[in-house]
């Protein structure tokens, strides 16, 4: 068996009966883990991600963190600052977090 993982958006056939290559698909669809090294996909066989990013920024958090159980970005990386808050209305304390590991 092989599995392959796409946005929906990736999955429509064109006028012409094809179906669109990756590039064509427009945005890629981000997977944020906030499960640090816990976040694991077992196959037994194939996987193939297409147009997907997963984004473990938000696993700089402890443990207990309120934002860990929220359904919003918590961190980003930004060049030359490193892992800043994602949101100014938030404290999530992400640098310092990312500074303590």
């Known amino acids: 068996m092989n ?4 946005p929906l958006s990736c999955d429509h056939v064109t006028a012409r009966g094809n179906i669109p290559a990756p590039e064509q698909c427009g945005d890629r669809v981000t997977i944020f883990n906030k499960m640090r090294e ?3 996909i077992q196959m037994q066989f194939a996987m193939k991600l297409e147009n997907i ?3 473990s920024a938000d ?4 443990f207990g963190s309120p934002c860990l ?12 600052l490193g892992i800043v808050n994602f949101s ?12 303590a590991l």
């Open 53 to 55: 990013t997963i984004d």
């Open 88 to 99: 100014p209305k938030f404290n999530d304390s992400c640098a310092s977090n990312f500074t």
């Open 3 to 6: 599995l392959t993982i796409k």
């Open 38 to 40: 816990r976040f694991e």
């Open 69 to 80: 159980s929220e359904y919003r970005q918590c961190c980003k990386h930004v060049p030359d």
């Open 59 to 62: 696993s700089v958090l402890p």
